[in-house]
């Protein structure tokens, strides 16, 4: 099972987990804590761009210092999982999940969540079964996703990167996708607004049922 067809890796915040007002509240409270002004769910999806001090030099107008961004950091992971339990799954997420599965085709997950953190969150919602590999991020919280996502399918046996399908909702989900070889589809409903989720130059879509029709037209 699984040798042939689409396989689809996808990410979690602001794709499977519709975690993007939580993401809001935790960055106007990580930067409230610098004197930083709030900024809007609009302003965000323009600006967001990882790695995240850069990010926060488009804000600022500069790189954060090593001290700013560890206060940050902190305060912005503190707020954050104080109103993740609140978030749900994106809309209609469950049902593909199950379908794609039941379909006898493979799928994985690769975050930038931290690991310890992310496996009782999707456990919690009820999906794990639904995937063959769960990565999330174990070491530094600065990193893009291209190195995680090589980890990622090479641990994941039988499946080429050119059946591979990335979907998520960052322009670092694109760029790693294309790191391992693999395609990507990306999604309006996270972290990015459309103009910017179009400069990757990938196909950009409103919901995840138009990102996983799009996946198998890829590979098909």
């Known amino acids: 099972m699984g040798k042939h067809g689409t396989h689809i890796v996808w990410d979690w915040n602001g794709t499977l987990f519709h975690d993007i ?7 106007n409270a990580s930067f409230a804590e610098i004197g930083l002004e709030s900024i809007t769910l609009e302003r965000y ?8 001090p850069r990010f926060y030099e488009r804000l600022m107008g500069r790189l954060p210092t090593d001290a700013e961004w560890a206060v940050m950091d902190e305060a912005f992971h503190r707020h ?3 109103h993740a339990d609140g978030a749900d799954l994106a809309e209609g997420a469950r049902e593909l999940l199950a379908d794609w599965q039941s379909a ?21 919602h009820g999906i794990e079964q639904h ?12 990193t893009g ?17 050119a059946r591979a399908v990335v979907i998520g909702d960052a322009v670092d989900d694109a760029v790693a996708a294309r790191h391992v070889g693999a395609a990507a589809v990306l999604y309006t409903g996270g972290s990015h607004s459309r103009a910017s989720l179009a400069e990757a130059g990938v ?18």
């Open 21 to 27: 007002d939580a993401v809001i509240t935790a960055t």
């Open 104 to 124: 006898g085709l493979t799928q994985s997950m690769c975050s930038l969540a931290p690991h310890d953190r992310l496996l009782p969150i999707v456990r919690t």
């Open 45 to 52: 999806r323009d600006l967001y761009c990882v790695p995240v």
């Open 80 to 82: 954050y999982w104080a």
């Open 203 to 220: 196909p950009v879509v409103d919901t995840l049922a138009e990102a996983v029709a799009v996946a198998e037209r890829l590979v098909a």
């Open 145 to 161: 996703k291209a190195e995680h996502m090589t980890r990622h399918l090479a641990a994941l046996e039988g499946v080429e990167p």
């Open 131 to 142: 995937f063959i590999r769960v990565d999330g991020r174990v070491g530094a919280s600065h």
